[in-house]
């Protein structure tokens, strides 16, 4: 039974017996009569009552009892879809951690190399002027490679 079915039998109930203390109670000097008939039906009363307000817990124990291990699933999806964001955003900083040292890198390399190319031209002057023949130069297999923006 619904919530609002329970209140309405309850104020149905509540009505019958109503009518029936004020029936009974119009009988007049039959007041034993009217008290026989009123109090097994108070009790009555009491008894859907209770089985009302029983069924009421027991709906709200299952209602929890079904919905409960749902709850703990959605629960730890949203946990697992929070921790894939937080390792989405560190491997996105490592990333980019990882391309700035590379881009320092390079610089280093072009920095290194073009020192050991002014350092180079004094002895190559010098080899020069004492008349041997130039130096042969390493091939590397192309163009020193170029930095790139980061």
């Given at each position: 039974m619904s919530e609002l079915g329970n209140r309405e039998l309850l104020?149905?109930?509540?009505?019958?017996?109503?009518?029936i203390v004020a029936s009974a109670a119009s009988v007049g000097?039959?007041?034993?009569?009217?008290?026989?008939?009123?109090?097994?039906m108070q009790r009555q009363f009491e008894l859907v009552q209770e089985l009302i307000d029983r069924e009421r817990r027991m709906q709200n124990e299952?209602?929890?009892?079904?919905l409960?291990?749902?709850?703990?699933?959605?629960?730890?999806?949203?946990?697992?879809g929070q921790l894939l964001?937080?390792?989405a955003e560190a491997l996105e900083a490592a990333g980019r951690?990882?391309?700035?040292?590379?881009?320092?890198?390079?610089?280093?390399?072009?920095?290194f190399e073009r020192t050991i190319a002014k350092l180079r031209k004094p002895a190559d002057s010098a080899r020069a002027v004492a008349g041997l023949k130039p130096r042969?130069?390493?091939?590397?297999?192309?163009?020193?490679?170029?930095?790139r923006p980061v």
């Open positions: 104020r149905e109930w509540r009505t019958v017996m109503d009518s000097g039959r007041s034993d009569l009217a008290r026989q008939l009123v109090e097994p299952l209602a929890g009892r079904l409960g291990p749902v709850e703990a699933a959605f629960d730890l999806l949203e946990e697992t964001r937080r390792q951690a990882l391309e700035d040292t590379a881009g320092l890198a390079l610089t280093q390399a072009e920095l042969a130069r390493k091939s590397d297999g192309g163009e020193p490679r170029r930095r």
